[in-house]
């Protein structure tokens, strides 16, 4: 439960249906809604004064769950790059 609540970004990618193999993708999430505010000002403007707080906020606390269940992520198996 506290890993839930530590990295809530990180449990939407360890929890989500698709592939395990997803290494980062909490702090990625989160860089991705701090990195375009704009996009998230255009959908709604509540978005952005929930969103991107929430992200800041997130996003050391991402850090390190997404290191904690590494090895976990890790165990899927990767997207085939194509040739």
Known sequence: MT??????ATSIGLFSKGDK????????FDSHILANAQELSAKSP?????GYPAALIDLPLSMVADTLVLPYMMQGTQPQMPK
């Open 21 to 28: 193999a997803k290494p980062y993708f909490g702090t990625q």
């Open 3 to 8: 890993l839930l609540i530590s990295g809530c």
């Open 46 to 50: 509540l978005l952005l004064w929930i």
